[in-house]
């Protein structure tokens, strides 16, 4: 079925407070979830609203989302025990803040707890002419290469760059599978693909609950496991724990630059546009249509739904809309 | 054969001067070298100088490594035509010395050309307490994931945290082979792994000549190339054009933060200590005998030869030693 923008925003919003979220976090979640299904990540929207409501359930009331420690060009955030998805909104836009006065910012966030598409909150800096990374440091279930327990979280990353248009968004996991996956596969009592996960014997498991019990694996080997070691590195910046045990006290990390402390006069932006331009048109291998700018497709998806103005709508599955309706009885 | 740490330095230093490089550049090159050899890494150690004597051996003389552009937490660097391997030290030094005011910085540096173990760069600013980052834009060899055209770089990239002991350090490059390897299968008559390289036509190959002539693959899939592109974006911040098409006009990046920032008083090099001994301690998979933390072979590896003292020594391969005496004839 097809919910207009606002109607969903307003059905996410009705969720996350009748579960306990504030409403000024759950504005910036419903925003969110319903901006990844323009996006074309039914995945990452408003079917996320059960399993947010059921985290929701079993947490005491959250706090203020605070600015702690403050420089000129560094803020540390306590996120209150609120969720990544509001405190990422909150952070990135502290980091641009300053990095407005100084050319560079870092912020960390802890106290806090799952995050969307980290796609979203860059996205925000790029479109200010600045380039935004946020990596995080989550719940572990991953193990580090030649291991078999899980130590680091599935530690995803995005770094937006500014061009003269649209930004060039690079967003991704770094471990073999996700949580949300897992579930997925286990909810539909399906299988996962081969070298995925090992389970709590350290053997090689297809079996979506033996994984999410034993361990994802990193994606790509050895170098994967690098990055997602130096993704953790960053998130422990906030404050957070080496291995975070519980589904709470993750360690967000953001940094951003505005490239025109190198190349003022919208330089830099000129030459993303150059690249973005000459990836566009190269030719492709055989059997491939088209090369890919990262972030494109995206952004293009949401502008094509964007384009029927107080008309646009989102696409939501049928039963998972059936199963929004149930957490509101 | 075995060479004293001293007289292998004073060998490599020889062979630069000699192919036109400064002497203030050729102590850093072969300081660089040498201590390679002492990591472990014979490969991107003295049996470099023959390829740097063929590329010198065609370049006018270099100017001056001069910075030309400053902030209080950022620098842009003019390399004078310099070997990145000088420059990048100058670049890193500056930015510590940025971060050590302003607890953040950058540096960017243009107009230099081969780099080496990305790992020496970013390992001074670490053994001062900070966290230091180095991305390379180089020489396009390398087809975006789906592409068959060079247009990338192999782009390397380091990071290394600070600990109270030894620094964690992740380094690679994101290239599925290196030019480097490519030359040696080459040289040696060896065809290369599968699926690392595509010829002109964007065939798959495995001769080390055709992939020469065509394009490396990204390691990685389309998460790697994602990766390679960031590096390519963030190194472009030089002023180096979007692609590299001679072995010249490199675009060199440098972040380094002080974590003191967020966690102050060697909270946080604590924290990275015992996340590398959690590590060091985690249970190995079958058939691993032990689960690695980046980096720490190489640092053993340093410091074993170094117990020596003024006695230590690095191996050099006897044909590698032939051919540098040849280059001194």
């Not at 539909?188 to 019990?213: F, H, I, M, Q, Y």
């Not at 006069?265 to 249509?289: C, D, F, H, M, N």
């Amino acid at each position: 079925m097809q919910l207009a923008v606002a109607e969903a925003t307003d059905l996410a919003v009705r969720v996350l407070t009748r579960y306990g979220m504030s409403e000024y976090c759950a504005k910036m979640v419903a925003e969110h979830l319903v901006d990844a299904a323009l996006c074309g990540h039914e995945f990452s929207s408003l079917a996320r609203l059960p399993i947010l409501a059921a985290l929701l359930r079993n947490r005491p009331p959250a706090g203020e989302i605070r600015v702690v420690r403050e420089t000129e060009n560094s803020a540390l955030i306590d996120g209150g025990d609120n969720i990544a998805y509001a405190v990422s909104v909150v952070a990135i836009d502290k980091a641009i803040e300053l990095c407005r006065k100084s050319g560079i910012a870092i912020v960390s966030a802890n106290n806090t707890w799952f995050s969307g598409r980290l796609a979203y909150y860059v996205e925000r800096a790029a479109r200010q002419g600045f380039i935004g990374m946020n990596t995080v440091h989550g719940t572990a279930r991953t193990a580090p290469f030649g291991g078999m327990e899980a130590l680091l979280g599935t530690n995803p990353f995005a770094i937006a760059f500014p061009s003269e248009d649209e930004p060039v968004i690079i967003d991704m996991s770094t471990s073999a599978t996700t949580h949300g996956a897992a579930n997925l596969a286990k909810a539909k009592g399906e299988t996962l693909p081969e070298g995925l996960a090992v389970d709590s014997n350290g053997r090689p498991t297809v079996d979506p609950d033996a994984a999410l019990k034993g361990a994802f694996l990193t994606w790509g080997g050895h170098r994967g496991y690098g990055i997602s070691l130096a993704l953790q590195l960053l998130g422990m910046l906030a404050g957070s724990e080496p291995v975070v045990k519980d589904d709470s006290h993750f360690g967000l990390f953001f940094l951003v630059i505005d490239p025109g402390l190198m190349m003022p006069g919208g330089q830099y932006q000129a030459r993303v546009s150059e690249l973005k331009k000459i990836i566009a048109s190269t030719r492709p291998a055989a059997g491939v249509k088209k090369v890919r700018v990262p972030g494109e497709r995206s952004l293009r998806h949401r502008r094509r739904a964007l384009a029927a103005g107080a008309a646009a709508v989102i696409n939501v599955d049928d039963k998972v809309y059936s199963r929004i309706r149930e957490l509101l009885v």
